[in-house]
């Protein structure tokens, strides 16, 4: 079966602190996609890679394709970033269709 | 126009109840996608229309019917739920080509309570 693995599960961090959020997956992907999701239910499509790193303002994603791993860091958190952070794989034999991870639920205290 | 739209954005039905989710995209987007998610899970994908045509349903209960009127619309029919199906229902879109440009845009969701 292809799973979607993501580390921590929970993650709680004083405001300013560097994040990061780990996704690993099991067999090759054409493509890997970070969400966030706000309390509420809205998804917001923050990073869409294949390879290398992606930056966007204080959010930063890597993907490490031969060891099926990426990371997803937030510099100098901020209680706005409290969300589900969610990475999905496209999976190379799975047509346009995502498989989802767990979540990892973050929360940033002031 | 980035934007996915979804109505309504709460719904409360009884199990006898006959009630339609809407979802619309104005992006030209050939893929619309329907998902649900149960709290604290990720979604889990119901149905996906690619170019009008349903080409994924995820053994998903015949109480739930799908229907694509044209690109731009999206609807799920609900009929005789049952409470377990009570969730986040989220549409979502994208260009449908499988691309690494191929993002998801996702809606805002409707939350389902059946009673």
């Known amino acids: 079966k292809n799973e979607v693995e993501q580390s921590p599960q929970n993650l709680t961090a004083q405001e300013g602190e560097f994040i990061t959020i780990n996704c690993s997956y099991s067999?090759?992907?054409?493509?890997l996609h970070w969400l966030q999701q706000h309390p509420g239910g809205g998804i917001v499509s923050l990073f869409m890679?294949?390879?290398g790193k992606k930056k966007h303002g204080r959010l930063i994603a890597t993907i490490n394709i031969q060891e099926k791993h990426s990371s997803l860091h937030i510099t100098a958190s901020h209680p706005r970033d409290s969300a589900v952070y969610i990475c999905?794989?496209?999976?190379?034999?799975?047509?346009?269709?995502?498989?989802f991870g767990p979540g990892t639920r973050l929360s940033v205290l002031p | 126009d980035t934007e996915v739209t979804q109505t309504p954005k709460h719904l409360v039905m009884g199990m006898t109840n006959k009630k339609s989710l809407k979802c619309e995209q104005h992006?030209?987007?050939?893929?619309m996608y329907w998902y649900k998610q149960k709290a604290k899970k990720p979604p889990e994908l119901m149905f996906v229309?690619?170019?009008?045509?349903?080409?994924i349903n995820e053994s998903v209960p015949s109480r739930f019917s799908p229907e694509c009127p044209n690109s731009s619309l999206l609807n799920l029919h609900l009929h005789a739920l049952q409470p377990e199906d009570s969730a986040l229902y989220l549409c979502?879109?994208?260009?449908?080509?499988?691309?690494?440009?191929?993002?998801?845009?996702f809606g805002p969701g409707t939350r389902l309570t059946v009673l």
């Open positions: 067999v090759g992907i054409s493509a």
């Open positions: 890679l294949s390879s």
């Open positions: 979502a879109s994208s260009q449908g080509f499988g691309g690494l440009t191929d993002t998801q845009y």
């Open positions: 992006m030209g987007h050939r893929a």
């Open positions: 999905a794989v496209r999976y190379a034999n799975y047509g346009q269709n995502f498989v």
């Open positions: 229309y690619s170019y009008e045509k349903l080409s």
